[in-house]
């Protein structure tokens, strides 16, 4: 393998790439990735291979980051050239994708499928091969067998993916009732009833913070907040509350 800076407009997306068929800059990352491109980005190379055929660049992995460039503007990318082809580069496109953190369940489940047929050792091979426990394989696979409702609000995060996987651990006349609820807009209850949701203490308020890897500044806080956490011995969650109840008492007092 060696990186070059290539000539943007000599680089076509892979048939192999598992993302080649999507349109970019409709998502929320598409935009955010590119209206923050900046140098570093620049120096994180695209994946490659050269075609002895049309002596074009087919690029295998980093498609979003492509885009965006070619989006900008940019006229050449730093890339990885390989001759990986068919399996093997199917197999590391979907790999790329799947350690994506803004990836949904069914997305991700659908990879790991696609992944694990490929290989003639299943889960093994892959377990063996990527480092990944074989029975977060199986869960991850397993949620591909729940009930279409039921996967319908897994992908619009009505349901988490730890109630998902605990409810393919009970058995299929539980899952068709809870299915049935999904329907009748009685999810919540006929989960909490089973014993797989909490019901929220009443008089409990909670504060979501979300801090977006993409921004220099939320990733700043982020990894301080986080530092300055663990220097005092504290959960990130306890140390940012603790703070806020200074401020608080601070102005307070004013």
Do not use: C
């Amino acid at each position: 393998m060696r990186i070059q800076n290539i000539p943007i407009d000599e680089i076509d997306i892979a048939d192999e790439n598992v993302r080649r068929d999507q349109e970019f800059g409709y998502d929320q990352q598409d935009k955010l990735l590119t209206s923050h491109l900046d140098r570093f980005d620049l120096l994180q190379p695209v994946v490659v291979r050269l075609d002895p055929h049309d002596k074009k660049y087919k690029l295998i992995i980093g498609r979003r980051r492509f885009m965006a460039m070619k989006e900008k503007g940019i006229r050449e990318i730093p890339a990885v050239i390989t001759d990986i082809s068919g399996v093997q580069a199917e197999a590391a496109s979907l790999f790329e994708n799947l350690i994506r953190k803004d990836l949904k369940p069914l997305e991700k489940a659908l990879m790991v499928k696609k992944l694990v047929e490929a290989d003639p050792r299943r889960t093994a091979g892959i377990s063996e091969k990527y480092g990944i426990p074989k029975s977060t394989l199986s869960e991850w696979l397993s949620i591909l067998e729940l009930p279409h409702d039921l996967q319908l609000k897994l992908d619009k995060d009505e349901i988490t993916m730890y109630e998902a996987i605990q409810i393919t651990r009970r058995p299929r006349e539980e899952q068709a009732r809870i299915a049935e609820a999904a329907i009748s807009g009685k999810l919540q209850q006929e989960m909490m009833k089973l014993g797989l949701k909490r019901a929220v203490p009443r008089g409990l308020f909670t504060l979501r913070l979300v801090f977006n890897p993409t921004k220099r500044h939320d990733k700043w806080l982020w990894e301080n907040l986080n530092k300055m956490a663990q220097q005092e011995g504290q959960e990130i969650t306890q140390y940012a509350r603790n703070i806020l109840k200074e401020y608080i008492e601070r102005k307070l007092r004013r």
